[in-house]
């Protein structure tokens, strides 16, 4: 047998550094599965324009007011603030065209009162946001704890807290809530008016709906409490609190966080159903629901007065939705 030959430039002589040389010199990089579903995620344009408008209405409804900003004094009017000389004393309608819409009313105006409907449009905004958001971190924290909990342990666990989730899921959650905020006191708990009204809400809300992902939450847990890398952390000693934090929680933020995308727009539409119906936040402080209450009166005179409003909430909505489906189809390749 003959000794292989000393070329100069082979692969017998090529550094680890070359081997991993891709096109063009440049090195190959491994990516996590966070940079993995960026890049998926960047690819859906519309998952990207839902994320920009939740971006801008957040940013929007914190510095709405003082003491974050005051948008709603830089560019328009206070929300209680009414403008009875822009009001028609025959017909209760804005004057001028469309509404009363001008440069210092981009929305033009509300009748009979004239308040500035750019103003409430911001001010409602808040409200809603802020009740979907403490509603679904409500929703979010029993239910990932609980689903974990009874996929984890089984047998009497299991059994409990799912036909506790049967009995919340029998809840007629509407009626419930209409009958329990309209029963509120002006005053409880330390709190008065509408913060004690947004806190009922938020509790009504997140507490009922916690079973939905609960239900979520419990399936993935049945089925990652089998895999190989539980296995190993019982062999190595681990306890079961361990386990569940440790090792359960982050193979399950994907599923919960597209839950809780999807969750907040269901939140939006509730809050917005009870200030429709009179239950929600008392006035002179707006909401969206509120606004449309008050449209259903005058949308024969102004129906710009209603159209506002339900624009806000429409595109509202369809931007977590998008966003939602967007982290879904990002973090979840196989669900498409």
Partial sequence: MTAPLDV???????????????????????????????????????????AFVVVFLTLIAIFAERPFGGLIALFGD???????????????????AW????????????????????????????????????ATLVSVVLGSLLGVLAGFFGGW???????AMDVFLAFPLLLFAIAIVGAVPDQALGLKGNGLRIAVIVFIIGFFNWPYIARIVRGQTLSLRER?????????????????????????????????TLLIPTNILFEAALSFLGVGVNEPQASWGGMLTSAVTYYTIAPHFMIVPGLAIFITVMAFNLLGDGLRDALDPRAR
Avoid: C
């Fill in 99 to 134: 509404g009363g819409i001008s440069l210092e009313h981009p929305f033009g105006l509300e009748p009979v009162n004239g308040r500035d409907i750019f103003a409430r449009i911001l001010s409602g905004a808040q409200i809603s946001l802020l009740v979907a958001f403490l």
């Fill in 8 to 50: 100069p430039g082979t692969a017998m002589e090529a550094q680890p550094e070359a081997v991993l040389e891709g096109v063009g010199g440049k090195a190959i990089e491994g990516r996590s599965l966070g940079q993995i579903a960026w890049l998926r995620l960047k690819r859906d344009k519309a998952a990207i324009i839902g």
């Fill in 228 to 260: 190989e890398f539980v296995d190993a952390a019982r062999s190595l000693g681990a306890g079961n609190r361990y386990i569940i934090f440790r090792e359960m929680f982050p193979n399950l933020v994907a599923p919960i966080l597209v839950y809780a």
């Fill in 157 to 163: 666990v299991d059994t409990l807290i799912s036909r």
């Fill in 78 to 96: 206070s929300p209680n603030i009414p403008n009875n000389d822009l009001i028609d004393p025959m017909t209760s309608a804005p004057m001028g």
